[in-house]
């Protein structure tokens, strides 16, 4: 072979190495790079199974503070409901005791008064007398 040619085939054989070398480096980057990528899957999908567990707990406490406030809100109507029930048996009774004297204005005070007292009233309801109802409600 010519000196020349043998230049030309270490050139060649020196070209077809870097070009391998080159095509093995690319091969490698892209493995380390689909491996990062599946590492960055993996810890996509492990703060979305987070947020999705973290989303469903929340939904349970908000349901649970809904629950509380509904109970809560349920018992004060009905305590409420009660209290206007009774203001209306201690309307219903003091006309008994007082006939036509027992006033409009009065009944509706009595409507308007607080559970303290709508209970001293009936606590004392057979020895009141109308003047002593006109003075508690002022």
């Not at 509380?68 to 008994?96: A, D, Q, V």
Request: with cysteine; aromatic share 6%; glycine share 6%.
């Amino acid at each position: 072979m010519r000196p020349y040619g043998k230049i030309l085939l270490a050139g060649l054989k020196f070209y077809v190495f870097h070009q391998t070398q080159k095509c093995i480096h690319r091969t490698i980057q892209k493995r380390v790079g689909f491996r990062e990528d599946i590492e960055e899957f993996k810890e996509i999908e492990e703060m979305e199974k987070i947020a999705k567990e973290e989303s469903v707990e929340r939904g349970k406490l908000i349901m649970s503070i809904a629950e509380k406030l509904r109970e809560e809100g349920m018992e004060k109507g009905i305590e409420k409901g009660k209290l206007e029930e009774r203001k209306e048996f201690t309307i219903k009774l003091l006309s008994k005791k007082f006939g036509i004297k027992l006033t409009e204005e009065l009944k509706e005070k009595i409507r308007n008064t607080d559970e303290k007292t709508i209970n001293y009233i009936g606590d004392n309801l057979l020895e009141i007398t109308l003047d002593e109802l006109k003075e508690i409600l002022k």
